[in-house]
Each structure stands twice: as C-alpha cells, then as structure tokens.
Nanobody, 129 residues
Framework: QVQLVESGGGSVQAGGSLRLSCVASGFSYSRSSRYCMGWFRQAPGKEREGVANITSDGSTSYADSVKGRFTISRDGAKNTLYLQMNSLKPEDAAMYYC????????????????????WGQGTQVTVSS
C-alpha cells in the first residue's frame, strides 16, 4: 500500500523560504517503468493546481507562477520528494499535497500526464505580507 506523508509546511513572511518533504512508502517499480511525482496546492475557494513535478528519469516541470522560485527534487535512497520554495509570496499560501502516479511502461514525455491516484494528507503553507 502506497503512503505519502508530507511535512515542512509552516508560516513565513513574504520573501521567506520553506522546504517541503514527502516520504513515500510501499512504492515499488521496475527499472524499466516510469512514474511521476508532483506537488499540488489548493487555496481556500480555489481549484487545486499543479506546482511542480519530477519523473523517475529526473525531468522536471513547473507552473509558470513558481518558475525560478521553487525547485523540486527527490532523493531515491530516502524515498523522499522535496519542494524548495524561495521568495514566497502571499499568493503561494495554500495546502500543499504530494502525489504520485502508478509506475508504468510509458514514454518519458507522458509519465506526468497520467492520473495521480496516490496522495498525501497535505501540509499547510501560510505566507504573510
């Protein structure tokens, strides 16, 4: 059973930084399969949006709103996904979720286009102006 557990949220002032972590367990895949892990966020009254994702090959992509400020990375040995958030803005305040796709034999370019059935419980980020 796959479990994703986020941590690292908190309250910071605008311009500050936070690093979110997501520890994955129960996740198994073969070396020839690919998967995608991502960070999503949802603010009150708004739809959930993708923030950043990373494939098992290490390819990354970011929402335009966070490019140049956020960095997604992963440590395979620790089964941990990270999101380094710098220059935080009040509009970055939201509940942040870690998610993962089911590993599959797919081309690299489509790994993050697949559904994300695995989700963590979320970690709250508050940014004050």
């Amino acid at each position: 059973q796959v479990q994703l557990v986020e941590s690292g949220g908190g309250s910071v002032q605008a311009g500050g930084s936070l690093r979110l972590s997501c520890v994955a367990s129960g996740f198994s895949y073969s070396r020839s399969s690919r998967y995608c892990m991502g960070w999503f966020r949802q603010a009150p009254g708004k739809e959930r949006e993708g923030v950043a994702n990373i494939t098992s090959d290490g390819s990354t992509s970011y929402a335009d709103s966070v490019k140049g400020r956020f960095t997604i990375s992963r440590d395979g040995a620790k089964n941990t996904l990270y999101l380094q958030m710098n220059s935080l803005k009040p509009e970055d305040a939201a509940m942040y979720y870690c998610a993962a796709t089911v590993p599959a034999f797919v081309f690299p370019g489509v790994a993050c286009s697949r559904p994300f059935p695995y989700w963590g419980q979320g970690t709250q980020v508050t940014v004050s102006s």
